[in-house]
């Protein structure tokens, strides 16, 4: 009757281990916790189509979204990066970011054309 009793307790108690291996495996493969900096490229057209996005001093991927999507995501760590431009005949002011709690870091490319030939920032 005793042996009855605590195999109910035993699955619970089995169920919560296996649990957590899996959750402690989860986490140790997937890097902790992981930022991301999105940038909206949307107001620039096709102007910046194919540009090279560069953090830090290396080349983190290019500027294109599926189909007609502007905004592309790159994953970064935590901290201060420098993110550049490297595109087609236009000039771009690199811009310091901050990554850390909110995950998520937006920015949004816009140009200026009204002086010479064309200047790209984020705003």
Known sequence: MAIDFL???????????AGA?????????????????QIDYA???DLMEGAEV???DS???TLEGPGRNRVV??????????????????????????VGPSRIQVLVLDFDDRLSGCSVFFR
């Open 73 to 98: 995501g790159f994953r970064l760590s935590a901290g201060e990066h420098v993110v550049d431009l490297r595109g087609p005949g236009c000039t771009f002011r690199p811009d310091t970011v901050t």
């Open 43 to 45: 107001f620039t057209g």
């Open 7 to 17: 195999r109910g307790p035993r699955w619970y108690a089995a169920l919560a281990v």
């Open 54 to 56: 560069v953090v830090d």
């Open 59 to 61: 080349v983190v991927g």
């Open 21 to 37: 291996i899996v959750f402690g495996l989860w986490w140790m493969y997937s890097g902790g916790p992981s930022y991301v900096l």
